[in-house]
């Protein structure tokens, strides 16, 4: 079974502050995806990244694919209390897509 | 909207009950799936379903069967309950178009005496 490891697993931090949660694995992912889960809700895609190096920004929100495509990066410019979640990454292989998911990253943003 | 959804989103059974898990689907997705999610260990596929009638074994079938006899439809079956089956499971389905994405219910957490 493939793995893939985020760190770190919990994080609190103040409104304003940055912040980077990473997603590593031993494998190669033909794709990518961050999902974030809110309290008694299933995760909700945020984004796709395909390509190795690949860069996306969601408002203040910047996903990277490594180059090997073995990893990804969150960063998340001056968190907000509503980014508070779980977040999750995905890795995708194969032609069925399934999806091996990340161990997760909690994140809570105060005020 | 997609909207997937769980029969129910709190369940208490006793060990040895057989339980039954529905998920229903309303885009006419021919893929669907079963994970459990516990802390620290993120989601882990059960099941997962190509189309109807067609299932595969995800990463931790052991102690769970399911059914798909019609399209919007996936039942994740637990034979015998046990304790170590307390999880929250989650159902989804997915998008077989540009973004392949997997939309998910609200998830359903089972506690198991």
């Known amino acids: 079974t493939q793995l893939l490891e985020q760190s770190p697993q919990f994080l609190s931090i103040q409104e304003g502050e940055n912040l980077t949660v990473y997603c590593n694995s031993s494998?190669?992912?033909?794709?990518l995806q961050w999902y974030r889960q809110e309290p008694g809700e299933g995760p909700v895609l945020l984004v796709t990244?395909?390509?190795?190096?690949e860069v996306k920004k969601l408002k203040r929100l910047t996903f990277q694919f490594g180059d090997a495509r073995k990893d990804s990066s969150l960063h998340i410019t001056a968190a907000q209390p509503g980014d508070t979640g779980l977040y999750l990454c995905a890795g995708c292989t194969g032609t069925a897509s399934k999806l091996t998911f990340g161990t997760g990253t909690r994140l809570q943003v105060t005020l | 909207d997609v909207k997937v959804t769980q029969s129910s989103r709190y369940l208490v059974k006793r060990t040895g009950e057989k339980v039954f898990l529905e998920c229903v689907q309303d885009?006419?997705?021919?893929?669907m799936f079963w994970y459990r999610q516990d802390p620290g260990l993120g989601l882990r596929l059960i099941y997962f379903s190509y189309d109807v009638k067609m299932k595969e074994k995800g990463d931790i079938p052991e102690g769970y069967s399911v059914s798909r006899e019609k399209k919007e439809r996936f039942s994740l079956i637990l034979e015998s309950a046990s304790t170590n089956q307390t999880s929250m499971y989650l159902c989804?389905?997915?998008?077989?178009?540009?973004?392949?994405?997997?939309?998910f219910g609200p998830g359903t957490r089972l506690t198991v005496l």
């Open positions: 494998s190669v992912f033909s794709s």
């Open positions: 990244v395909v390509t190795g190096g």
């Open positions: 885009m006419d997705h021919e893929n």
């Open positions: 989804a389905s997915r998008d077989r178009g540009g973004t392949d994405t997997q939309y």
